[in-house]
């Protein structure tokens, strides 16, 4: 069993920039891909990031050149940095793990993820 605690959402400005924190249990972290979803009001969940056990990244395209996921695997913790924020980056941000994918690879298929943080809502404003 895998626990995920997300943190640092908030309220910023459009142009601004926060710092998203997902603080997992488990002694097999490093093992672990691990994404970043957003789930905004009338929406479909979306895939943001994800980052494999060996650090490779992806993004949606949406995202990319604008936020940057990272790992440090002795805190067990995945962040999310995300820098020039808009109005339609606004939703509640999911942190999951997929424990059984290959050390190499990480997807943006949000089935493949088994555990799930609470959320972290994130508004940005105009």
């Known amino acids: 069993q895998v626990q995920l605690v997300e943190s640092g959402g908030g309220l910023v400005q459009a142009g601004g920039s926060l710092r998203l924190s997902c603080a997992a249990s488990?002694?097999?972290?490093?093992?672990?891909?691990m994404g970043w979803f957003r789930h905004a009001p009338g929406k479909e969940r979306e895939f943001v990031a994800a980052?494999?056990?060996?650090?490779?990244?992806y993004y949606a395209d949406s995202v990319k050149g604008r936020f940057a996921i990272s790992r440090d695997n002795a805190k067990n913790t995945v962040y999310l940095q995300m820098n020039s924020l808009s109005p339609e980056d606004t939703a509640v941000y999911y942190c999951a793990a997929d424990t059984t994918i290959s050390l190499y690879m990480a997807t943006a298929y949000y089935r493949e993820y088994e555990y799930w943080g609470q959320g972290t809502q994130v508004t940005v404003s105009s």
């Open positions: 980052i494999s056990g060996s650090s490779r990244q």
């Open positions: 488990g002694r097999a972290f490093s093992r672990y891909a």
